[in-house]
């Protein structure tokens, strides 16, 4: 019923009394005769709160068998949102709230769009369904080891390596799984890590024992500021002493790239924990529509320099230059913010730099 009320909602009525979707007829697809009124090129398309397709919003709402059955049931009815959105010859504004409850983020028209843009060289037909991994992230998945150590499916022989931009233009579906499959593992490493530190910490109170001290390390007494020390203060502490510091370095990479910032609206970690499909998915709308947000920060930083009368502008012939800066969509206060019971997103350019010192640490221990 929700995915029937979204499309109502997308639909206009005609003359003629038949219904098309809002982008078909804006591109002149839906048929009959038109008037004058209609052939006039409307000056804007404003999509908000929109599915690619309606077979994509049934499947993340019920299942995935209903992709086909929506398409069986309803022949003649095309709600291919995405591919009149393309088609429509006018300027356009797609607006989607990541954190949609009806309209999951996946089969919503900004991620239809995307994927389109960066898998399909702009053909819209099946964007938004649910997508299975290759086999073998799968096997090694459900194994919960790395995909070169699987024991049912051999790996392929060739290393997927990494868009050389601007030779690459755009990411393939191998580059964009292999992506997702990497974060996910990493994700499982990092929780199971953390698991091992809080049961080891809670046998060793459970038995009284102190590992800490057989091995030589004094742990002091962690105090709030009457002066009363707090157990589970101690536990945290205790469980940080029990993680060997592989553990510890996956837990850190974890925890940069589930706080990543996809500049659409969403962070990494929420997408890895749905699913590689929304890894993808959330891979795409960063490369597709993450740029128009650098850009238009860029934009708005160039024009206070020139407001200001800066004398260090950085304008290259091409346009505008875009610096780290440009990436951070935090709140100019948000270290001041204490009150915050969140955790504010980390730009690209942050995590990138942060992970790279991790890699020298793993390098040492190793």
Not at 343 to 355: D, S
């Amino acid at each position: 019923m929700a995915a029937a009320c979204a499309a109502k909602e997308l639909c206009i009525s005609t003359s003629g009394g038949t219904t098309t979707s809002c982008p078909t007829a804006l591109s002149g697809g839906g048929g009959g005769e038109l008037d004058e009124q209609r052939k006039k090129q409307p000056s804007l398309l404003f999509c908000d709160r929109t599915f690619c397709n309606l077979e994509a919003v049934a499947q993340r709402l019920v299942g995935s068998w209903t992709g086909n059955a929506i398409r069986l049931l309803t022949p003649l009815w095309n709600m291919d949102v995405a591919g009149d959105f393309l088609a429509s010859n006018c300027a356009k504004i797609v607006a989607n709230d990541a954190a949609d409850s009806i309209i999951a983020n996946t089969s919503s028209l900004k991620s239809g769009l995307s994927f389109a843009y960066e898998m399909k060289k702009g053909n819209s037909k099946g964007v938004g369904w649910i997508l299975d991994a290759p086999l073998e992230y799968r096997m090694a998945d459900w194994e919960n080891v790395g995909v070169n150590d699987s024991k049912f499916v051999k790996s392929r022989s060739c290393h997927t390596q990494a868009p050389i931009w601007p030779a690459d233009k755009h990411i393939s579906p191998e580059e964009a799984f292999c992506f997702a499959a990497c974060a996910r593992r990493i994700g499982k490493l990092a929780t199971t890590a953390k698991r091992n530190g809080v049961r080891r910490s809670h046998d060793s109170i459970s038995s009284g024992a102190d590992m800490d001290e057989e091995e030589g390390i004094e742990i002091t007494a962690v105090e709030e500021g009457n002066g009363v020390s707090t157990i589970s203060a101690r536990s945290s502490l205790s469980m940080m002493q029990r993680i060997d510091q592989t553990g510890l370095i996956q837990m850190e990479a974890w925890n940069l790239l589930a706080c990543c910032d996809g500049l659409c609206g969403s962070v990494l970690g929420t997408a890895v924990k749905d699913g590689f499909d929304s890894t993808v998915s959330w891979l795409c709308d960063l490369v597709t529509f993450g740029g128009q947000i650098v850009s238009n920060a860029a934009e708005k930083r160039l024009l206070q320099e020139r407001k200001n009368d800066a004398p260090d502008v950085n304008v290259t012939d091409s346009g505008i230059s875009v610096i780290s800066s440009d990436f951070d969509l935090r709140p100019s206060d948000y270290a001041e913010d204490d009150d915050s019971e969140g955790v504010y997103p980390i730009p690209i350019p942050e995590v990138t730099e942060k992970l790279k010192r991790i890699l020298d640490r793993l390098d040492e221990i190793t």
